[in-house]
């Protein structure tokens, strides 16, 4: 499986982070598929597996595995590193507000991490999970944490990670990012029109921490046909803004 820096890397614990993410995008597998998948020996999988499951890292149900629970024990207290829940709270606000789907994020080595979600009522089931992560320049929320970073910085995240293409609509030229990068600092949003799914459009604002740094962002997202024309330009944005300043000061003094 292709990782972005594979500088002063450990092969053998490589292997094992493939087989930790085969897992987590399977749900379940068991050893001859996890060796076809990987091109390792099916002993070379099993003592793998033998290692995370005597440490609870996986489960093994009858030759299938899982993973284990041991990842919540590790993963709760991560998540508590950032000021996740004042926002999280916003975006159940939001939700209830809008009707739409509201997603907290938080940048993390370059990219874009979905930390919590809050369900409207006229909600669309995203192609996305809590945990999971993005390209930055793919998503609203990405954009508007982007514009919060120094260029030189931004740099470093497009050199390491690149700037692939989820749908026609993702801006893949540095040049043509930075314009964007621009726009959203004058403005204070960013918007994602298909960027990342074809018939998804969102507005995202960051959470600053200072001039030079970010919380996260509170994304606004719903289907393309409801997020349109004044509702998406301007009444989103205004929303999002008067939101994102209260729980600014919110995290600052708290």
């Known amino acids: 499986m292709p990782h972005g820096n594979k500088t002063k890397t450990i092969l053998s614990d490589e292997r094992l982070l493939d087989l930790i993410e085969m897992l987590h995008e399977r749900s379940t597998a068991g050893v001859t598929e996890l060796a076809e ?17 005597s440490r609870g890292f996986v489960v093994n149900n009858d030759g299938r595995y899982r993973l284990g629970l041991e990842f919540l024990r590790h993963g709760i207290p991560v998540r508590n590193q950032y000021e996740f829940k004042p926002m999280c709270a916003k975006a159940e606000q939001l939700a209830e507000e809008t009707g739409e789907r509201v997603w907290a994020q938080v940048e993390e080595n370059g990219m874009a991490y979905y930390i919590c979600g809050a369900r409207g009522e006229h909600h669309i ?3 996305v999970r809590i945990g999971e992560h993005a390209h930055l320049h793919q998503i609203a ?33 540095e040049e043509m990012l930075f314009t964007e990068i621009e726009r959203i600092r004058e403005r204070g949003y960013a918007f994602n029109r298909e960027e990342s799914v074809l018939g998804l459009h969102a507005v995202g604002t960051p959470i600053k921490k200072d001039e030079n740094g970010v919380y996260g962002a509170l994304v606004i997202s719903g289907p393309a ?20 300043n209260e729980l600014e000061i919110n995290i600052r003094y708290s």
């Open 37 to 53: 998948a990987t091109e390792l020996s099916k002993g070379a999988v099993h003592a793998h597996l033998a290692t995370l499951e």
């Open 125 to 127: 089931e995203p192609p």
């Open 141 to 173: 929320g990405g954009k508007a944490m982007l514009s919060c970073l120094t260029d030189d910085r931004i740099r470093e995240i497009v050199a390491k990670h690149g700037l692939p293409a989820a749908t026609e609509h993702t801006i893949t030229d």
């Open 225 to 244: 046909n409801r997020l349109t024309g004044e509702k998406l330009n301007s009444e989103l944005p205004n929303l999002l803004l008067g939101a994102v």
